[in-house]
């Protein structure tokens, strides 16, 4: 690929700066773009050079920032507690992320989609390495790679047009998920309300029984007066 990433700057949150190879005005590398302040420790590259992982491992506890460089933007920000290992699959569909047995605890692996929603988890002690399986070449005959080249970007924009549609349907799910907790809660609250309303008349019974007048009832304030001697003294 022509793009290439770099970590710099003092302190635990350094920069990502980005940069390209293909500026038709000149033979420099030409900046892309800098994000600033990153919990970072090392980058990772998708094999289809569109997606990147920004990762904070070793003391910083396994901050995931899954990146879009194209549009560059920040897809999702994740977590993976002491994470070690970040490991791409060879289609840049999938992302793994371990815990391998340098720590003695967390061991095991989550496996993710390139948008960074958790997929699969797996807790395993003693968990020493994630390997994906290599991808067989494909052998296409000269006329087809060339078929292929030159419909390249009809092909392109196909696959972008199912990333994209993946990515809404993440949205999609991330939504119905709120939805779905705030209707929980409106239920949990109306139930509750409804079990005080069909308690309340035996309370205030209760209540009437006691002599307890709460605040909110209406009371008869009777004012009585009392006259009490004190003393008493005979005048000569």
């Not at 920004?54 to 990146?67: D, T, V």
């Not at 972008?160 to 705030?182: F, G, I, P, V």
Request: net charge negative; glycine share 6%; hydrophobic share 35%.
């Amino acid at each position: 690929g022509h793009r290439f990433a770099v970590v710099h700057g003092d302190g635990a949150r350094p920069d990502v700066s980005f940069y390209t190879m293909k500026d038709p005005k000149s033979r420099q590398a030409k900046h892309l773009g800098t994000l600033h302040g990153r919990p970072v420790t090392s980058l990772h590259w998708s094999p289809q050079g569109k997606f990147l992982i920004i990762a904070g491992l070793k003391g910083l506890n396994g901050q995931l920032e899954f990146f879009n460089v194209n549009d560059m933007d920040t897809m999702a920000i994740n977590e993976h507690f002491m994470c070690t290992n970040v490991d791409w699959d060879p289609t840049g569909r999938y992302v793994a992320t371990s815990v391998t047995s340098v720590h003695q605890m967390e061991n095991g692996y989550i496996v993710w989609s390139f948008l960074g929603q958790q997929l699969y988890k797996v807790n395993r002690d003693r968990f020493f390495q994630f390997l994906w399986r290599p991808r067989m070449p494909v052998k296409l005959g000269e006329e087809k790679e060339a078929e292929i080249q030159k419909n390249l970007k009809k092909y392109s924009k196909k696959f972008e047009a199912e990333d994209e549609s993946l990515k809404s349907q993440a949205d999609t799910e991330k939504m119905a998920e709120r939805n779905k907790m705030e209707a929980d809660w409106k239920a949990f609250v109306d139930g509750k309300a409804a079990e005080f309303n069909a308690i309340k008349s035996e309370y205030l019974a209760l209540v009437k029984l006691s002599g307890y007048i709460e605040e909110d009832q209406e009371a008869e304030i009777e004012e009585v007066e009392v006259e009490e001697v004190i003393s008493v003294k005979e005048e000569k």
